[in-house]
């Protein structure tokens, strides 16, 4: 496989900046390497503000719309409001990433969800008091997110060697995962204290910097050198047969949509924490269960420090999904809230490795011109899985009983994935 148009800098200058081999315990820490590149360092710092001010965003218009109706069943639809234009846009992203300069599209695309989260403070602020506004709203602020995560995650290979691919996924996952943290505690936090319109201000101005820090990214153009193309539906096709074409793809892609839609329980955490935990505390229970898999995440990446040195990238994957499916088995059979979360947070563990190694493959086995359309449909799995999800695992949940459920649900994950590294081998022989 030849990685070499990913990479801006030659052997001799990627084995300079590689800096001393990493000794003791830092050779389990964080590997760090990839912020020695500035532009790759400018692009993650975005990032962080990105992480963690969406998630100010994402507690905060649910709050609102509650506020407004009282009903929870609005605070549904308005996710489902924002689940399509995040999977159509996510996908014409992806093709349009692919051919025009990627950071002029990230330029447009910051500034738009910037745009959009002062108009929830615009809004927030006159009082208006308007459903129908807020689902609106949510429903750009995500056209423009799925516009804009393609082209994100696809310059990461134009901007580290190979080598440091995997380190760099760690990285970006990492300070996701610390967003899904601190965001909802920071939000919870200050809602009471500066008030939701404060909050979706607070939100616009952090995104100002992510933009500022877009500005000062080189040049992304595309690599084939071929003039600007129309992204339509011929170039969205073009990425499902490459896809189709390319099974370690189309497995490491599978991977996720196994762990996710058979093995996600988070639809069933008020159900187990109202009823199996209630002893420990209801809200104490729903909290810890929300937070253990992020919180296993973050751990994960902080300890990914090995990550760089592995070569076969397809063996983690289907081993992350396993260890994801075993203790996801483990958490819906177990009596204890302590044991529960020690479970869970396993699981954010794998799901770490995961989501890094997948990301990994997916930048290295498909080439420049491509890189924006796979990643658009990452993006539209990692969202429609979860939810999926969801679905699935409440109606099992109210048929079966919540634990059997969850159980069932670990099990098929295992099964599911070994079979799928047997009947295909292409991902248990991938490797860099």
């Known amino acids: 496989m030849d990685t070499s148009e990913s990479s801006p800098h030659s052997d001799s200058e990627a084995a300079e900046k590689a800096g001393p081999p990493r000794r003791g315990w830092r050779r389990w820490a964080l590997d760090t390497r990839p912020l020695r590149r500035p532009a790759y360092r400018r692009l993650w710092s975005s990032t962080i503000v990105t992480a963690v001010g969406s998630q100010l965003t994402a507690v905060a218009v649910p709050k609102q719309i509650y506020d407004i109706t009282g009903s929870s069943a609005w605070v549904g639809y308005a996710s489902l409001a924002g689940l399509l234009p995040l999977v159509v846009f996510a996908l014409w992203g992806g093709a349009v990433a692919d051919t025009m300069d990627r950071r002029r599209l990230l330029l447009i695309t910051n500034s738009g969800i910037a745009v959009t989260s002062l108009l929830f403070w615009i809004q927030a602020a006159a009082g208006l008091g308007s459903v129908a506004v807020l689902m609106v709203l949510l429903a750009v602020q995500q056209a423009f997110f799925g516009l804009n995560a393609p082209a994100r995650s696809a310059s990461i290979a134009r901007l580290v060697p190979a080598d440091e691919l995997a380190a ?5 996952s990492t300070v996701m995962q610390t967003g899904l943290v601190a965001g909802p505690l920071l939000a919870g936090a200050l809602i009471p ?3 939701l319109p ?6 616009a101005l952090a995104l100002c910097l992510a933009v500022w820090a877009v500005v000062r990214l080189p040049a992304l153009p595309p690599l084939d050198g071929r003039p600007a193309r129309r992204a339509g539906l011929r170039e969205i096709g073009a990425g499902f047969r490459y896809i189709s074409l390319h099974k370690v793809l189309l497995l ?3 991977a996720d949509v196994v762990a996710m839609v058979l093995g996600m329980p988070r639809a069933l955490f008020p159900q187990l924490a109202a009823e199996t935990y209630a002893s420990y505390g209801e809200g104490l229970a729903l909290g810890l269960l929300f937070a253990a898999i992020p919180i296993g995440a973050v751990l994960g990446g902080l300890f990914s420090g090995t990550f760089s040195r592995v070569r076969r ?3 983690m ?3 992350a999904v396993v260890v994801w499916g075993v203790a996801i088995t483990g958490f819906g059979l177990s009596g204890s809230l302590w044991l529960a979360v020690a479970f869970l947070a396993v699981a954010g563990v794998a799901d770490m490795v995961s989501m890094v190694f997948r990301g990994a493959i997916l930048l290295s086995a498909a080439t420049d011109e491509m890189r924006g359309r796979m990643q658009g449909v990452f993006t539209v799995v990692v969202a429609g899985g979860p939810r999926l999800a969801d679905l699935l695992h409440g109606t099992a949940g109210s048929a079966f009983g919540p634990r059997t459920a969850v159980v069932g649900g670990g099990v098929l994950v295992v099964a599911v994935m070994l079979g799928l590294a047997v009947a295909m081998p292409a991902l248990r022989r991938y490797r860099v």
């Open 168 to 172: 760099a996924q760690a990285l970006g």
């Open 193 to 195: 204290v500066i008030g």
């Open 198 to 203: 404060e909050l979706y201000l607070i939100d």
């Open 252 to 254: 490491s892609l599978l």
């Open 313 to 315: 990238h397809g063996w």
């Open 317 to 319: 994957v289907i081993g």
